[in-house]
Structures are given as structure tokens and as C-alpha cells.
């Protein structure tokens, strides 16, 4: 019956008709980015990029496109990684690639090609035949656009989160990497995270038993800088939140989805959604307004509400909750909570704790057990993942680890299928919320390989030779 009713959904969403619930009927008008996902149920997967090896690089050659925010951090970080050729430097504005430009000057061995001042310069660094990655941290708008073109092009992909905005775009991500075997990796840091890998290698040992329920958020009070003028190019930021659910997931679904072997081994089957009104954002817009005539634009914009939570049931019976809070004024949180048959874990409300039953276990005990369990990429690395930074020390990690598995030809961790799994909650919590948070599918983008997929390996026992400059 329920299966019957999200497929009626689905028809009439396909076909603009109104539907009857609960004695109240409406009219939903859906939005065009979730349709592609009602056409793709049978996808037969043309080549299979989890476990993929490509061939070894001893030189990574990195195009970078997007010098704002986190881009001219990526670019210092790589500097530093053994193996690294920095060619091209990409974004918009000439001054921001003249400011990364003077700092890696100070970095013997580099001299990248600019590429600025046009919209589609960046056109240019793809196409040339001497670059191996190309590195995206621009809007979200560009992700899927840019990945895709450098993917035609002959290049590896690593593109900021959301690697993609539309279910379409998601499944773009995925036939072009699959026919241009071209990794596509979403840049979620968040898998790199001190705790996130240590409850991930306890999960791979059977610590906590089978894995129940998970849950995942990206809570941050970020109503001031989104109304920045400065810090986000055309106030792009603002503008994402015209849309109406979780719009930014990956950073608490990311790890979670590791640890139940999301697309390796169990899939995500349908998810709800359900947001509040917006108690704050429009009321700021107002204020700006009053004193700045240039918000007058943002007056009367229908902005999300504060708190989106999207829950998700997979195919093994697993469920997982998702939260998206961006302007309500509270701490920090990703919550990370991991529950599993013999043990739980929890992140946020710091510290991170390890509970064996219902007793969460004394700070001496955890000390023991992060020893016992700690996995071999932050034993081999972590002190320095710290020192050079990045979020404590995730963003290197993450950027290290990326660079060895290229150096190595191995697979990746993060591959194109979790980028388009992660950040089609976007789309897929839209559709929800702007229909009374009924269900709705969420597509298989591995076209059926999540059985046979294996797990992500964090014990580096391949890999692990590139060193720190």
C-alpha cells in the first residue's frame, strides 16, 4: 500500500495533477529537478566505478577552479603534498587569483598558468591535455556544469558539496564518469573528521554490531554571513535558501552513509521530509533592507524554514535522520550518532562519546578504546593533518588521501555514486516538503551494483606511501 501510494505520487507529480490527503486537496506544482529520478529506475550501469583503479599518476596535475572561500585554502594545503604540480589557477575575479598566486609564490617549484577575467575561462584550463584533476570550489550552481565538462575533457574530478543541485544533474555526475571512467569525487571533508573515521573503523570491526540507525546534520548559525556582501560572490549563499528543505546534507550524511555502507551493500529505499516555517531570515532581510537599499531584492523573498528534518528508511531496514538548520541561533552541531546492536557513538553535544549499553563508558575507557581502534591513516598522518589544518585537520586529510589513491592507482574513497546519493537529498527533500512530506523513492544510481560493492578501506593497507613537504 505504501509503495502503491508513493507511486501514484510519482504519477501525479509526472503529470501536474492535484492529489487528495487526509480530506484536504491541493494542487503541488513539482519541481522539475526531481523528475529524472521517476525515469531511472531500470538504469543498467555501463561501467562500474566503485572500486575503480585507474591508472597511477607519480604526478598529480591540478587545475584549480573557484579561489573564494575554500578555494585558495585547497591550493595551500596541495602545496605541501608530495607528487603535487599546481598548473592552473581559475575564478572570476582577477584579484582573488593574484592573491593565491603571490601566496603559492612562496612555495618553491610552482608556477601555474591564470585563467580569469571571462565567464568560462575555466573552459580553457580543462582542455589542456597536461592536467590530471581538476579541483571545483565554486557556487553550487557550477558543480555539476564544471565536473561534467572537465570529466569530458580527461579529467579526475574533486567538487565541493553539493556536488550536484538537480536529481538530473545527479545522474549527469554519473553516466559521464562512468563513460569516461573518470573519477567524480564530492570533497566531504566530514568523512575525514578524527572521530568520524575512528567510529567508521570500529563499525568495519564489529564493534557496535549491526548498524540500526544513524543520524547526521549540518546545524551552524550562518544567518549574518549569508547577508554578507563580501563573502559570497553575487550573494549566491542567500539565494540557495529560496529553496524549501535539507539543502546542504553531506556533511552529517557523508560519514553516516560510510558506516552503513550506503551503495555497498545497502541502498537508501525512500526518505520524508518536513521543514518549518522561516522565523528569522526574512525578518533579517527586512532589517538589512531598512538601512542598505541593495537588500530590498531579498524583501518579501520566501526563504526555508530554520529546521528541515529529512528521514530515510534503506533496503536492509535501517534508518537515518537528517537535519538542516542554517540560520537558528544555536551551537554548532553535526551530531553524528551512530547506533548499532552491541554499542553507540555520539559526536555532538561535544565530547564525543562511546556508550556500550545504555552507560556512555568514563573518559579512560574511551582513551583506550580510540587506541585500540584508531585506524591507520590519522596514526600515520593525523599529527600532521593537524599542523598544516584545515578544520582541524579533516581538509588534509581528505586532500592527502585523494592524492595517495591517484598516486597508487587505487580506488577512491568517495566515488561518484555517493556524490550523487549524498547530494540528491537536496532535490528529494524539495519534492517532500512541497508535498506534506509524504515519501518519495530515492534513486539507485549504481543501477543495481550496491550488492555487490564493497565497504570503503581505512586501514591503508594499500597505499599510504606519499609523503609531506
Known amino acids: 500500500m505504501q509503495a502503491n501510494r508513493r507511486n501514484f505520487l510519482k504519477l501525479a507529480s ?71 604540480d599546481i598548473k592552473g589557477l581559475c575564478d572570476l575575479r582577477p584579484e582573488k587569483v593574484d592573491a593565491v ?26 582542455e589542456r591535455p597536461d592536467i590530471d584533476l581538476i579541483y571545483i570550489a565554486t557556487p553550487w550552481a ?94 549566491w549563499r542567500l539565494k540557495e535558501n529560496f529553496r524549501h528543505g535539507n539543502l546542504y546534507p553531506t556533511h552529517g550524511l557523508g560519514p553516516v552513509s560510510q558506516i552503513m555502507n550506503l551503495n555497498r551493500g545497502d541502498k537508501m529505499e525512500y526518505l520524508t521530509s518536513m521543514s518549518g516555517n522561516d522565523f528569522l531570515m526574512s525578518a533579517k532581510a527586512k532589517e538589512y533592507a531598512a538601512g542598505d537599499p541593495f537588500f530590498q531584492p531579498f524583501v ?37 550518532t551512530i547506533v548499532g546492536t552491541k554499542a553507540s557513538a555520539q559526536k555532538y553535544p561535544e565530547p564525543e562519546r562511546v556508550a556500550i549499553g545504555d552507560d556512555w563508558m568514563t ?7 580510540k587506541e585500540k581502534y584508531e585506524p591507520a591513516i590519522t596514526r600515520q598522518i593525523g599529527a600532521m593533518a593537524r599542523k598544516f589544518g584545515g578544520h582541524g585537520g ?13 598516486r597508487n592507482g587505487l580506488p577512491l574513497d568517495i566515488d561518484v555514486y555517493d556524490a550523487a546519493l549524498w547530494s540528491a537529498i537536496g532535490p528529494l527533500s524539495e519534492w517532500s516538503v512541497a508535498h506534506r512530506s509524504n515519501s518519495i523513492d530515492v534513486p539507485d544510481f549504481t543501477g543495481g551494483a550496491w550488492k555487490t560493492n564493497q565497504p570503503v578501506d581505512v586501514t591503508l593497507s594499500k597505499g599510504g606511501t606519499t609523503n609531506i613537504i
Open 142 to 235: 557550477l558543480h555539476t556544469p564544471m565536473a561534467v565538462y572537465a570529466m569530458e575533457h580527461g579529467k579526475h574530478v574533486c567538487v565541493e558539496v553539493p556536488a550536484a543541485k538537480t536529481i538530473d544533474e545527479c545522474w549527469q555526475l554519473v553516466k559521464t564518469s562512468e563513460r569516461t571512467r573518470r573519477h567524480c569525487m564530492i570533497l566531504e571533508n566530514c568523512c575525514y573528521d578524527f572521530f568520524e573515521l575512528l567510529t567508521l573503523n570500529m563499525a568495519r570491526q564489529g564493534f557496535f554490531g549491526e548498524i540500526i540507525h544513524g543520524e547526521g546534520a549540518y546545524i551552524h548559525d550562518l544567518l549574518e554571513g549569508n547577508f554578507s556582501k563580501t563573502k559570497y560572490w553575487d550573494m
Open 101 to 126: 598566486r603571490q601566496q603559492l609564490s612562496k612555495v618553491p617549484g610552482f608556477k601555474p598558468d591564470i585563467y580569469t577575467g571571462k565567464p568560462e575561462a575555466w573552459k580553457k584550463m580543462c
Open 300 to 336: 518579501d523573498k520566501s526563504f526555508r524554514g530554520n529546521m528541515n528534518t529529512t528521514t530515510v528508511r534503506t533496503h536492509k531496514g535501517r534508518t537515518l535522520m537528517i537535519q538542516h538548520d542554517v540560520s537558528s541561533p544555536r551551537p554548532y552541531s553535526r551530531i553524528h
Open 363 to 369: 573518559p579512560e575507557a574511551y582513551n583506550a578504546l
Open 394 to 406: 579533516m581538509d588534509f586529510l581528505m586532500d592527502w588521501r585523494t592524492i595517495d589513491c591517484l
Open 14 to 84: 509526472l503529470l501536474g495533477l492535484g492529489f487528495t490527503g487526509n480530506g484536504i486537496t491541493k494542487t503541488y506544482a513539482s519541481p522539475a529537478a526531481t523528475l529524472t529520478a521517476f525515469g531511472e529506475d531500470s538504469y543498467s550501469q555501463t561501467f562500474n566505478m566503485c572500486g575503480y583503479a585507474a591508472p597511477k599518476l607519480e604526478t598529480v596535475r591540478i587545475g584549480f577552479i573557484g579561489l573564494g572561500n575554500r578555494g585558495p585554502a585547497a591550493v595551500k594545503r596541495m602545496a605541501h603534498i608530495e607528487g603535487v
